[in-house]
Protein backbone atom coordinates (compact mmCIF):
# COMPACT_ATOMS: atom_id res chain seq x y z
CA UNK A 1 0.00 0.00 0.00
CA UNK A 2 2.32 2.80 0.82
CA UNK A 3 4.52 1.54 -2.08
CA UNK A 4 1.82 2.44 -4.09
CA UNK A 5 1.22 5.69 -2.55
CA UNK A 6 4.40 6.84 -2.75
CA UNK A 7 4.14 5.85 -6.88
CA UNK A 8 0.74 8.17 -6.93
CA UNK A 9 2.50 10.67 -5.05
CA UNK A 10 5.51 10.41 -7.55
CA UNK A 11 3.53 10.30 -10.80
CA UNK A 12 1.24 13.47 -9.75
CA UNK A 13 4.58 15.27 -9.08
CA UNK A 14 6.09 14.02 -12.50
CA UNK A 15 2.85 15.42 -14.20
CA UNK A 16 2.80 18.43 -12.63
CA UNK A 17 6.28 18.99 -13.61
CA UNK A 18 5.62 18.36 -17.12
CA UNK A 19 2.21 20.61 -16.69
CA UNK A 20 4.60 23.59 -15.44
CA UNK A 21 7.62 22.94 -17.97
CA UNK A 22 4.66 23.50 -20.58
CA UNK A 23 3.34 26.54 -19.62
CA UNK A 24 6.57 27.73 -19.05
CA UNK A 25 7.67 26.69 -22.40
CA UNK A 26 4.60 28.58 -23.66
CA UNK A 27 4.97 31.79 -22.37
CA UNK A 28 8.54 32.06 -23.59
CA UNK A 29 7.28 31.06 -26.78
CA UNK A 30 5.04 33.52 -27.07
CA UNK A 31 6.10 36.63 -24.66
CA UNK A 32 5.92 39.86 -26.59
CA UNK A 33 9.62 41.85 -26.57
CA UNK A 34 9.32 45.50 -26.28
CA UNK A 35 10.31 47.25 -29.38
CA UNK A 36 13.21 49.39 -29.10
CA UNK A 37 12.57 52.90 -29.80
CA UNK A 38 13.27 54.28 -32.95
CA UNK A 39 17.11 56.30 -33.15
CA UNK A 40 16.43 59.62 -34.74
CA UNK A 41 18.98 60.84 -36.57
CA UNK A 42 20.95 64.27 -35.05
CA UNK A 43 19.02 66.88 -37.31
CA UNK A 44 22.11 69.35 -38.74
CA UNK A 45 21.66 73.01 -39.48
CA UNK A 46 21.02 73.61 -43.27
CA UNK A 47 24.25 74.53 -44.99
CA UNK A 48 23.24 78.12 -46.38
CA UNK A 49 22.18 78.20 -50.16
CA UNK A 50 25.61 79.65 -51.78
CA UNK A 51 25.25 82.59 -53.59
CA UNK A 52 25.64 82.31 -57.63
CA UNK A 53 29.11 83.78 -58.85
CA UNK A 54 28.85 86.87 -61.03
CA UNK A 55 31.55 87.97 -62.75
CA UNK A 56 32.24 91.40 -62.76
CA UNK A 57 32.34 93.23 -66.03
CA UNK A 58 35.42 93.90 -68.07
CA UNK A 59 36.77 96.98 -68.82
CA UNK A 60 35.18 96.37 -72.66
CA UNK A 61 31.81 94.58 -71.77
CA UNK A 62 28.74 96.99 -72.41
CA UNK A 63 28.04 96.63 -68.42
CA UNK A 64 31.18 98.22 -67.65
CA UNK A 65 30.53 101.22 -65.03
CA UNK A 66 32.93 104.03 -65.53
CA UNK A 67 32.43 107.00 -62.83
CA UNK A 68 33.98 109.05 -60.71
CA UNK A 69 35.76 106.12 -58.53
CA UNK A 70 35.86 103.65 -61.68
CA UNK A 71 38.04 104.91 -64.18
CA UNK A 72 39.25 103.03 -67.66
CA UNK A 73 42.88 102.33 -68.46
CA UNK A 74 44.63 105.20 -69.97
CA UNK A 75 45.29 103.29 -73.36
CA UNK A 76 41.96 101.62 -73.65
CA UNK A 77 40.42 102.25 -77.25
CA UNK A 78 37.93 99.90 -78.37
CA UNK A 79 36.43 98.73 -81.18
CA UNK A 80 34.14 101.59 -83.08
CA UNK A 81 32.41 101.93 -86.58
CA UNK A 82 31.62 105.09 -88.02
CA UNK A 83 27.92 106.78 -88.06
CA UNK A 84 26.40 106.62 -91.49
CA UNK A 85 25.98 110.19 -93.25
CA UNK A 86 22.65 111.65 -91.93
CA UNK A 87 22.92 109.97 -88.20
CA UNK A 88 25.46 112.43 -86.71
CA UNK A 89 26.04 116.39 -87.20
CA UNK A 90 29.29 115.50 -89.64
CA UNK A 91 31.31 112.50 -90.36
CA UNK A 92 33.73 111.03 -88.34
CA UNK A 93 31.59 110.36 -85.24
CA UNK A 94 32.60 106.70 -84.05
CA UNK A 95 30.60 104.29 -81.43
CA UNK A 96 31.15 100.84 -80.85
CA UNK A 97 29.23 98.93 -83.64
CA UNK A 98 26.08 97.85 -81.24
CA UNK A 99 25.46 101.31 -80.01
CA UNK A 100 25.73 102.89 -83.67
CA UNK A 101 23.30 99.92 -84.62
CA UNK A 102 21.08 100.49 -82.10
CA UNK A 103 20.81 104.48 -82.50
CA UNK A 104 19.85 104.02 -86.60
CA UNK A 105 17.31 102.04 -85.58
CA UNK A 106 16.10 104.05 -82.89
CA UNK A 107 16.11 107.39 -84.43
CA UNK A 108 14.69 105.73 -87.49
CA UNK A 109 11.74 104.71 -85.18
CA UNK A 110 11.35 108.21 -84.37
CA UNK A 111 11.35 109.69 -87.09
CA UNK A 112 8.29 107.20 -88.45
CA UNK A 113 6.05 107.78 -85.12
CA UNK A 114 6.86 111.91 -85.15
CA UNK A 115 8.82 112.99 -88.21
CA UNK A 116 11.21 114.29 -85.74
CA UNK A 117 15.38 113.76 -86.28
CA UNK A 118 18.13 114.22 -84.03
CA UNK A 119 21.63 113.71 -84.60
CA UNK A 120 24.91 112.64 -82.90
CA UNK A 121 27.08 115.35 -81.57
CA UNK A 122 29.50 113.42 -79.63
CA UNK A 123 30.28 109.90 -79.35
CA UNK A 124 33.78 108.39 -78.80
CA UNK A 125 36.77 110.16 -77.15
CA UNK A 126 39.75 109.29 -76.25
CA UNK A 127 41.90 109.84 -73.20
CA UNK A 128 43.12 112.70 -74.69
CA UNK A 129 40.07 114.02 -76.34
CA UNK A 130 38.92 113.78 -72.95
CA UNK A 131 41.71 115.72 -71.24
CA UNK A 132 41.64 118.72 -73.60
CA UNK A 133 37.90 119.02 -72.81
CA UNK A 134 37.91 119.06 -69.36
CA UNK A 135 41.44 121.35 -69.25
CA UNK A 136 39.27 123.75 -71.77
CA UNK A 137 36.25 123.79 -69.23
CA UNK A 138 38.97 124.01 -66.31
CA UNK A 139 39.95 127.13 -67.70
CA UNK A 140 36.61 128.34 -68.24
CA UNK A 141 34.90 127.78 -65.26
CA UNK A 142 37.74 126.38 -62.48
CA UNK A 143 37.75 122.76 -61.70
CA UNK A 144 35.23 122.39 -59.09
CA UNK A 145 32.72 123.76 -61.53
CA UNK A 146 33.97 121.90 -64.59
CA UNK A 147 33.80 118.45 -62.62
CA UNK A 148 29.89 118.40 -62.12
CA UNK A 149 29.39 118.82 -66.12
CA UNK A 150 32.59 116.93 -67.58
CA UNK A 151 34.42 113.83 -66.49
CA UNK A 152 37.94 114.15 -65.78
CA UNK A 153 40.21 112.06 -67.96
CA UNK A 154 39.62 107.96 -67.96
CA UNK A 155 36.59 108.62 -66.05
CA UNK A 156 34.36 109.52 -68.94
CA UNK A 157 31.79 106.96 -70.52
CA UNK A 158 32.95 108.55 -73.93
CA UNK A 159 35.73 106.63 -73.57
CA UNK A 160 33.58 103.36 -73.42
CA UNK A 161 32.21 103.99 -77.30
CA UNK A 162 29.12 103.02 -75.54
CA UNK A 163 27.93 107.10 -75.10
CA UNK A 164 26.14 109.48 -77.63
CA UNK A 165 24.92 112.89 -77.16
CA UNK A 166 22.44 114.31 -78.56
CA UNK A 167 21.08 117.58 -80.84
CA UNK A 168 18.44 118.44 -82.51
CA UNK A 169 18.81 120.06 -86.09
CA UNK A 170 20.05 123.25 -86.01
CA UNK A 171 19.67 123.22 -82.57
CA UNK A 172 21.89 123.42 -78.86
CA UNK A 173 22.98 120.43 -77.09
CA UNK A 174 22.25 122.15 -73.96
CA UNK A 175 18.77 123.11 -74.94
CA UNK A 176 18.10 119.49 -76.23
CA UNK A 177 15.86 118.65 -72.75
CA UNK A 178 13.48 121.24 -74.00
CA UNK A 179 12.83 119.75 -77.17
CA UNK A 180 9.83 117.11 -78.72
CA UNK A 181 13.00 114.80 -79.52
CA UNK A 182 13.88 114.92 -76.03
CA UNK A 183 10.67 113.94 -74.62
CA UNK A 184 10.41 110.94 -77.27
CA UNK A 185 13.35 109.76 -75.75
CA UNK A 186 12.65 110.06 -72.47
CA UNK A 187 10.01 107.17 -73.13
CA UNK A 188 11.33 105.69 -75.92
CA UNK A 189 15.18 105.35 -75.41
CA UNK A 190 15.07 102.14 -72.99
CA UNK A 191 13.50 99.89 -76.29
CA UNK A 192 16.74 100.55 -78.25
CA UNK A 193 18.82 99.39 -74.87
CA UNK A 194 19.51 103.20 -74.00
CA UNK A 195 18.97 104.88 -70.72
CA UNK A 196 19.52 109.10 -70.11
CA UNK A 197 22.48 108.19 -67.76
CA UNK A 198 22.48 111.38 -65.81
CA UNK A 199 19.11 112.64 -64.28
CA UNK A 200 18.30 115.32 -62.14
CA UNK A 201 16.60 113.74 -59.39
CA UNK A 202 20.33 111.20 -59.53
CA UNK A 203 22.48 113.93 -59.39
CA UNK A 204 23.64 113.21 -55.91
CA UNK A 205 23.92 109.54 -57.40
CA UNK A 206 25.88 110.26 -60.49
CA UNK A 207 27.87 113.07 -59.08
CA UNK A 208 26.64 115.07 -62.14
CA UNK A 209 24.41 117.45 -63.35
CA UNK A 210 21.44 116.25 -65.17
CA UNK A 211 22.54 115.67 -69.02
CA UNK A 212 19.09 114.71 -70.68
CA UNK A 213 21.21 114.66 -74.51
CA UNK A 214 23.85 112.23 -72.89
CA UNK A 215 22.74 108.32 -73.52
CA UNK A 216 24.39 105.18 -72.57
CA UNK A 217 23.75 101.85 -74.25
CA UNK A 218 23.35 99.42 -72.02
CA UNK A 219 21.40 96.64 -74.73
CA UNK A 220 17.68 96.08 -74.73
CA UNK A 221 17.39 93.98 -71.62
CA UNK A 222 19.50 95.63 -69.07
CA UNK A 223 18.45 99.04 -70.17
CA UNK A 224 14.90 98.57 -69.71
CA UNK A 225 15.39 97.20 -66.10
CA UNK A 226 17.20 100.66 -65.30
CA UNK A 227 14.00 102.30 -66.80
CA UNK A 228 11.79 100.67 -65.07
CA UNK A 229 13.84 100.78 -61.75
CA UNK A 230 13.30 104.56 -61.90
CA UNK A 231 17.31 104.33 -60.81
CA UNK A 232 20.45 104.77 -61.94
CA UNK A 233 22.78 102.64 -63.67
CA UNK A 234 25.03 102.91 -60.56
CA UNK A 235 22.28 101.43 -58.39
CA UNK A 236 21.56 98.75 -61.05
CA UNK A 237 25.73 97.70 -61.16
CA UNK A 238 25.64 97.63 -57.56
CA UNK A 239 23.37 95.44 -56.47
CA UNK A 240 23.96 93.16 -59.65
CA UNK A 241 27.90 93.09 -59.28
CA UNK A 242 28.66 93.68 -55.77
Do not use: C
Amino acid sequence: MRLKRKFKILLALIIVFALGYTVYNYIQQNKVEPKPSPVVPEQKPAEPTPKPVVEIPKVNDILVLVDKKTPLPQDYVPVTEEFPLGYAVSSDYWARPEAVSAYIKMVDAMEEETGLWMYVTSAYRGFASQERLFNNYVADHGEEKARTFVAYPGTSEHQTGLTIDLVTPNGDMFAFGDTDQSTWVDENAHKYGFVIRYEVQHEDITGYMAEPWHLRYLGEDVAREVYESKKPFDDYYHNKFE
